[in-house]
């Protein structure tokens, strides 16, 4: 288990994976959170779907000058190059976001280890924020990560928790 991660999220104009419009970060050190970063981009042609607008209330107005996703690598890059990468439905959404915003860019690709809080718990993030009374302003790329985050760890330390009882059977013969 690592206590130390990067959380993501990404929001999308659209439906083409390569699309992001906004990128939450959240680092966590050792089991504390120590960095919290978020980036509007403007997706390819800054073209939305209305229904993506309706989500997450970000569109071509809101993103008309700020910097396309190739432009704000070099930020994003050093969060997730050879770490340990933590996002809710991270394998059906934001890891194929991350290879697909790369690819369309022409840009390398990252190897990091991912980690899914929605495989983890098999809720999806909204529900998981109510039941651990954890905050969340759904649909915002930070507030997403953060929450995802905060899911990590108490994953985390369910699974210590789990290991230690088992410890405490076998040493008293349990």
Same mark, same amino acid.
């Given at each position: 288990m690592t206590k130390t991660f990067t959380a993501i999220d990404f929001e999308t104009a659209q439906g083409a994976s390569h699309s992001i419009c906004q990128t939450g970060i959240v680092r966590v050190v050792d089991g504390v +959170? %120590?960095?919290q970063r978020s980036w509007i981009t $403007?997706?390819?042609?800054n073209y939305y779907w209305p229904h993506f607008t309706d989500i997450h209330g970000m569109s071509a107005v809101t993103t008309a000058d700020s910097? %396309? !996703? *190739?432009r704000v690598w070099a930020e994003i890059v050093p969060y997730l190059a050879? $770490?340990?990468v933590v996002a809710n439905n991270g394998h059906g959404f934001d890891f194929r976001c991350i290879r697909s915003v790369l690819q369309y860019y022409e840009l390398p690709p990252v190897e990091f280890t991912g980690h899914c809080t929605y495989k +983890? !718990?098999?809720r999806n993030l909204a529900d998981l924020c109510r039941q651990f009374e954890i905050p969340l302003?759904?649909? *915002?790329?930070?507030? *997403?990560?953060r929450a995802c985050a905060q899911l990590f760890l108490i994953a985390q330390k369910k699974a210590e928790q789990a290991v230690q009882n088992r410890e405490e059977r076998v040493l008293h013969g349990k």
């Open positions: +959170i %120590t960095e $403007q997706p390819p042609g910097p %396309t !996703f *190739d050879g $770490q340990h +983890i !718990f098999r302003n759904h649909h *915002d790329a930070l507030s *997403d990560a």
